[in-house]
């Protein structure tokens, strides 16, 4: 596609529920990655895919969130068991290069009640 | 931890005037650095960027200037427009790494 595209936009999750969120990059795009931002905040980073290869995920904030991108495209941002706290905007952003300027998605508003 | 703040956390100028949104990073060993537009239910949209190598590097209507010396960046935006209205984030990266480290942004906001 010509952008990234994440759903669903929004996403309301009682405590407890499990989450998955799905990210497709822009066709073509070897770096995928996830950051999670909290309202006012800047973007923080998640974990980072090169291919199918999750070559980081030191900022996943506990072993519930986890991320996945099988077949080097798409990728799916799963979160078990919500708490409150996970409350919060969930962007992907894809590029061509490791080095090169992200182009985000949208992003996916998740909201723990 | 090493982090990228912002001076002004809301500003508001006059359409037609020009803009600067400032920002100072901590970690000297970053190399790279960009500039985001974030709208009201959008994600970041990339405008500019420029690498420690240069200390000036001019868009459309934007300039970034980067002095590593007081390891301080800025952005620059000539005749700002009503659409140039949203939030806005520096975001620095250092050799061999990926991550980016954002700020907590500025509000730029133009009055007609």
């Known amino acids: 596609g010509a952008g990234v595209s994440q759903s669903p936009r929004y996403k309301v999750a009682k405590r407890g529920q499990d989450v998955a969120l799905r990210c497709d990059p822009i066709?073509?795009?070897?770096?995928l990655f996830w950051y999670q931002q909290a309202l006012g905040q800047g973007p923080e980073f998640l974990t980072y895919f090169q291919n199918e290869a999750q070559l980081d995920k030191s900022g996943l904030p506990s072993d519930r969130f986890f991320a996945e991108r099988p077949e080097g495209s798409v990728s799916t941002l799963k979160i078990q068991r919500t708490q409150q706290e996970d409350s919060a905007v969930y962007l992907c952003a894809s590029s061509l290069l490791t080095a090169s300027g992200y182009t985000f998605g949208s992003g996916t508003r998740l909201t723990v009640v | 931890g090493e982090s990228v703040g912002l001076h002004l956390p809301t500003l508001s100028v006059q359409e037609g005037d020009n803009s600067i949104i400032n920002c100072a990073y901590s970690?000297?060993?970053?190399?790279?650095f960009i500039w985001y537009k974030q709208e009201s239910g959008k994600g970041p949209q990339f405008i500019i960027d420029i690498r420690s190598n240069m200390d000036k590097r001019q868009g459309q209507r934007v300039t970034v200037l980067l002095n590593k010396t007081v390891k301080h960046l800025s952005l620059q935006i000539a005749a700002t427009q009503p659409g140039d209205s949203a939030v806005y984030f520096c975001?620095?990266?250092?050799?061999?790494?990926?991550?980016?480290?954002f700020g907590t942004g500025t509000r730029l906001k133009v009055l007609a």
């Open positions: 970690n000297s060993a970053s190399d790279y």
């Open positions: 975001a620095e990266t250092g050799p061999g790494t990926y991550k980016y480290i």
């Open positions: 066709s073509g795009h070897v770096s």
